[in-house]
């Protein structure tokens, strides 16, 4: 089963308590794509400029993953800058440059229209609508999104996500959608909007999944070192579809499983800056925090 992703790939310059790094490759498309690349094939659709290091390249085809979809253009690649202090959950942007990523229009490769799982990254809503205009019958299309659509294009926003089948965000993301304060309220109402299940991210303190008669909630994995929350989300996107991606039916049972697995592919996301956690990984390393998860969570 194929998988298409759209969304950015950026240079990251991160400091946390625990060390910095400076241009460490980071952005949307590349968490997922990564995370998602343990269990499928992956094709990406997003924007570099002729500065992106070749060696990130080579990375991510050493990953499986398709980069037809990746447009080279002249200029510089999107850089994001910041830092977080001991509350992780807490980013704080200190630059964004946006450079070639702001005039990225998605083309999707006839190659890519037939897929059958496609995760939008949380880039204009507009340019979502633009992807599911251009993909033909897919199997399932889950969204993000972030606080500046909300604040900034909320009709736009509402007219994608009326369009997609699960709707992946943070809480405060939720929160602030639905005007709601509290999150199964919130997640209630988002439902309304038109997506079948609705994934709520709360960092540290796990998810919640709510759809029509469902709802499940899962604690996050247990970690005693955290050194870089950036991509947390989007991991778990690629873990969540990466899963369901193989599963020959998309029971109440597999989805629940892939919420499980998207939570692992987080927990060893944020062990490290950049990718470099999840570039150590092997299925094994996966499959068995997967048990320790099922232990922990069982009663």
């Known amino acids: 089963m194929s998988i298409l992703v759209v969304g950015s790939v950026a240079l990251d310059s991160v400091r946390t308590p625990f060390g910095e790094v400076e241009e460490a490759l980071g952005g949307s498309a590349t968490f997922f794509s990564v995370a998602a690349s343990f269990f499928n094939r992956v ?13 990130y390249l080579g990375f991510l085809r050493s990953r499986g993953v398709d980069l037809q979809g990746l447009q080279v253009v002249p200029g510089r690649t999107f850089r994001w800058r910041g830092y977080y ?7 704080h942007t200190l630059e964004t440059q946006l450079n070639v990523f702001e005039d990225f229009r998605p083309a999707i490769p006839e190659e ?22 251009q993909v033909r019958s897919p199997r399932l299309v889950l969204c993000d999104t972030m606080n500046y659509w909300i604040e900034n294009k909320r009709e736009e926003l509402l007219e994608t996500v009326s369009r997609v089948d699960y709707l992946l965000l943070n809480d405060a993301e939720a929160r602030q959608l639905a005007g ?6 919130a997640g ?32 996050a994995y247990p970690l005693e070192s955290v050194f870089d929350p950036t991509g947390a989300g989007d991991s778990f996107g690629g873990g969540f579809l990466g899963f369901l991606s193989r599963e020959p039916e998309m029971t109440e049972e597999s989805i629940r499983r892939a919420v499980v697995y998207g939570s692992v592919a987080a927990s060893f996301a944020v062990e490290d800056f950049s990718c470099r956690r999840l570039s150590a990984l092997t299925r094994e390393d996966i499959e068995a925090r997967y048990r320790e998860f099922m232990e922990i969570t069982c009663f």
């Open 43 to 55: 094709r990406m659709v997003a924007v570099v400029g002729e500065d992106f290091p070749p060696e």
């Open 85 to 91: 202090d001991y509350d992780l959950n807490d980013a």
């Open 112 to 133: 890519y229209r037939d897929s059958e799982f496609v995760f939008l990254a949380n880039i204009d809503p507009v340019l979502q609508s633009m992807v599911l205009d």
């Open 180 to 185: 709601e304060p509290n999150l199964i309220a």
């Open 188 to 219: 209630r109402k988002l439902l309304e909007m038109g997506p079948s299940r609705v994934i709520i991210k709360k960092g540290e303190h796990g998810v919640i999944m709510l759809g029509e008669g469902t709802f499940f909630s899962l604690p």
